[in-house]
């Protein structure tokens, strides 16, 4: 699979400040790819300059195997761009900012871009006819991604799209991320929505103090995690049986229930025993996208803290 994204070695200063130092990251062609990380991670950052709008320091950012500082207009005529924060000109109506969004990247004209138009305004239940200082924070965001959906793209570089939207238009947005995965669409997708990213994205890469720190598929990054593992305690499965189970770990009990944790790997071979076992209530829960982010965020205990 080829590269749409790739940079090598990126760095971007400002002054003291180091907002990128040495980001590797890679998204193929086709894939939709979720970019995590807290504010200040060097998301935002990481987003300028591959949209052509900060110069780096040093390493080497390209996009569609191009300079994106040097060849932002043509760039920019194959990619849609949705900001977490989108500001909209008070005077034009909804409906005039997307198009003039939409004609920025060379469409927004023609029946079928109407058409489009029209059914991402009812999908999103937008009103296009009201002027842009009456919008709420919610309806400028839908206006950006109305616009960026209504004319097709190659990559979709979205920094917090649904910031904003109730759950109703977050299903919507789904709706329309796979529209454009299917139709062979890459997607870049900065989300803090945890949720949404691991419904939606192939690849995950999470970021910290400018640097990638993770990156691969879920099962990837899971395999190399525990699985929590929880069933009845009864008067046959107690806490000596459960530690029988091959590879358990940390095993406890709490309120009538007994929990182990396993490597991912391990549960395979940790099935057949609790079979024997003739557990009740089994639950197996590999770990969410929150708890990986989280593992590499969590500060470390200190000693005083153990």
Not at 41 to 54: D, F, H, N
Not at 129 to 152: D, E, H, T
Not at 198 to 211: A, T
Request: hydrophobic residues 40%.
């Amino acid at each position: 699979m080829s590269a749409v994204i790739e940079t090598r070695e990126l760095h971007k200063h400002y002054r003291r400040t180091h907002a990128l130092d040495g980001l590797d990251l890679t998204v193929g062609d086709g894939e939709v790819h979720g970019f995590l990380g807290p504010n200040g991670a060097g998301k935002s950052t990481t987003i300028r300059v591959l949209l052509g709008l900060a110069r780096p320091t040093g390493g080497e950012a390209r996009v569609f195997g191009t300079n994106p500082w040097r060849d932002a207009q043509a760039l920019h005529r194959r990619l849609a761009y949705v900001p977490g924060d989108v500001s909209l000109w008070p005077n034009l109506s909804g409906g005039e900012a997307i198009d003039l969004l939409s004609r920025l990247r060379g469409g927004g004209r023609g029946g079928a871009y109407l058409a489009e138009r029209t059914r991402l305004s009812e999908a999103f239940q937008f009103d296009p006819g009201k002027k842009g200082r009456a919008y709420s924070k919610g309806n400028r965001q839908k206006v950006a991604l109305i616009a960026a959906f209504a004319v097709p793209a190659e990559l979709y570089i979205l920094d917090e799209p649904t910031s904003g939207l109730d759950p109703l238009m977050e299903v919507v947005f789904r709706d329309e991320i796979a529209r454009v995965r299917a139709a062979g669409a890459t997607v870049l997708l900065s989300s803090h929505v945890l949720s949404e990213v691991e419904l939606l994205c192939d690849r995950v890469s999470i970021i910290r103090d400018g640097r990638i720190v993770d990156t691969g598929t879920l099962a990837d990054m899971r395999h190399l995690t525990r699985t929590e593992v929880s069933f009845a305690a009864t008067a046959r499965v107690t806490l000596e049986t459960a530690r029988t189970v091959p590879g358990a770990e940390d095993v406890t009990t709490t309120s009538g229930r007994i929990s182990l944790t396993l490597a991912s790997d391990a549960v395979p071979a940790a099935l057949p025993r609790l079979g024997e076992l003739g557990v009740e209530g089994l639950r197996i829960a590999p770990p969410s996208l929150e708890e990986l982010f989280l593992r590499h965020y969590n500060p470390a205990p200190t000693e005083a803290s153990r």
